[in-house]
């Protein structure tokens, strides 16, 4: 009988974090090829950034990562903008951006260097 209440317990609390937790709702890029700076912003509604926030965001050319960016809060509860410079970028590259909340989920957005 206690075994079968820790396992409804134990779902019970799996199931309400992974509806609590949502993954990013939207992301915005932008590049500027004068200064070789990616704007990123990424929508990401949250109760309380400091627990549930954008934990990682990466960008990959090629199969290579060029960043990988590591955070431990998110100073708004609605969205987070980031700015890269890329002093490498060239014209004809795309670039993967992926945003993952640290609870759960993830967004992907390219942009093509022109």
């Known amino acids: 009988m206690t075994r079968m209440i820790t396992l409804l317990a134990a779902i019970v609390l799996f199931v309400t974090a992974t509806i609590i ?3 990013p ?27 549930h926030f954008i934990g990682e965001v990466t960008i990959i050319n090629d199969d290579k990562q060029m960043i990988l960016h590591q955070l431990t809060k998110q100073e708004d509860a609605n969205s987070i903008m980031f700015q ?31």
């Open 84 to 114: 890269y410079r890329l002093p490498n970028a060239e014209q004809g590259m795309v670039l993967q951006v992926t945003a993952k909340c640290n609870r759960v989920g993830s967004i992907s957005k390219e942009i093509d260097i022109d």
């Open 21 to 23: 937790a949502h993954p």
């Open 25 to 51: 709702s939207g992301m915005e890029l932008s590049y500027d090829n004068e200064t070789k700076i990616l704007e990123v912003l990424v929508k990401h509604n949250v109760g309380n950034p400091r627990n």
